[in-house]
């Protein structure tokens, strides 16, 4: 068989996702195949570091929106992120996945504090590092906190699984002429606002040259398809 393509990767997993089809909490058959295409990364030898969004609970800026003061809003959504942070590391674990969630915002009594240091160590060692809190500050999306942790533990690339098959000119569930991309630069992802990550998320991938996979999440196999470097989505970059 031949060598992945990347060797480590930081996979960034929307909350909504885990939730199937019912919108909100967990799905754990979904969890359970997400889980088990991880579990087929670790056993090719790729570290995988993780981030996964809290939409399946609460999402700051949507939910809060004119009810709720912005930075206490924001930080629930940090608060969802934990726990769909811990929710994946039991199943993981329960598939035989060495794993650890490390936190943003300090919570010893749940997981470890994010130290740079400390996640390559544990990647480098064959376990799963899944991080939570986001960046740590209120006004930034789980994006730009996959696109950072990305950027300091030096993946090779972004895979962002999402609730589409890539990257299109146009919102394809609105735009039935929409056209799909195999490839597209960072430039013309923040040009034409296409709605890939926001706009924080995309400049830093840009401006430190890690390039990002968009594929689609309905089949996690995908996710061992993207490492092994087969055409699963769109790579912006």
């Known amino acids: 068989m031949a060598a992945p393509k990347y060797k480590r990767v930081l996979l960034k997993i929307s ?37 996964v969004g809290g939409g399946n609970f609460w999402r700051g800026l ?40 490390q ?3 300090e919570m010893r009594g749940v997981a470890e504090p994010y130290v740079r240091a400390e996640a390559v160590r544990h990647l480098e060692a064959g376990r799963v590092v899944i991080f ?11 994006d730009t906190g996959a696109a950072l942790r990305a950027v300091e533990i030096d993946a090779d690339v ?12 146009a919102d394809p569930a609105k ?13 013309d992802v923040l040009a034409q606002r296409l709605q890939v990550m926001d706009s924080t998320a995309t400049s830093l991938a840009m401006d430190n040259h890690v390039p990002v996979l968009v594929f689609a999440l309905k089949d996690p196999k995908n996710i061992v398809r993207a490492v092994n470097g087969e055409n699963v989505g769109t790579v912006v970059g």
């Open 62 to 101: 949507k939910d809060g929106a004119e009810k709720m003061q912005r930075v206490r809003a924001d930080h629930m959504g940090m608060l969802a992120t934990v726990m769909n942070a811990l929710a994946v590391s039991d199943v993981l674990e329960q598939k035989g996945v060495d794993a650890r969630v």
């Open 103 to 105: 936190t943003a915002i």
């Open 15 to 51: 909350g909504e996702a885990l939730s199937g089809d019912k919108g909100r909490g967990y799905d754990f058959d979904v969890v359970g195949r997400v889980c088990d295409a991880i579990k087929e990364c670790v056993d090719l030898g790729v570290q995988v570091g993780v981030v």
């Open 175 to 187: 735009d039935p002429t929409a056209v799909k991309y195999d490839a597209i630069s960072y430039e």
């Open 132 to 142: 939570g809190c986001g960046t740590g500050n209120p006004y930034f999306s789980t």
């Open 158 to 169: 972004i895979l962002l699984a999402k609730n589409v098959d890539g990257v299109y000119s």
